[in-house]
């Protein structure tokens, strides 16, 4: 079985996030406290479904989190 690494999940949403022009502060607002993106972004906490979700219809990817994902191997 394969499993999602969240540094690179991180990664993937830091860029998104910066693609998007949000600070970390704006894109986690009305999702989750801002501590809690840093913190998904420096790969130290995997982020649950429902934050991944949000986080990907605020950044605009599909929600299915392929995009997130995409570049694991």
């Known amino acids: 079985m394969k499993y999602?690494?969240?540094?690179l999940i991180g990664d993937k949403i830091k860029e998104?996030?910066?693609?998007?022009?949000?600070?970390?502060?704006?894109?986690?607002?009305?999702?989750?406290?801002?501590?809690?993106i840093s913190k998904i972004e420096r790969g130290?906490?995997?982020?649950i479904a429902n934050t991944l979700f949000h986080i990907s219809e605020k950044v605009?990817?599909?929600?299915?989190?392929?995009?997130l994902v995409q570049h694991q191997n």
Request: proline fraction near 11%; hydrophobic fraction near 30%; charged fraction near 15%.
């Open 4 to 7: 999602l690494n969240p540094k």
């Open 44 to 47: 130290s906490v995997f982020p």
């Open 60 to 67: 605009g990817v599909d929600p299915t989190f392929s995009t």
């Open 16 to 36: 998104l996030r910066i693609n998007a022009g949000y600070s970390q502060r704006e894109l986690a607002d009305g999702i989750c406290p801002q501590a809690q």
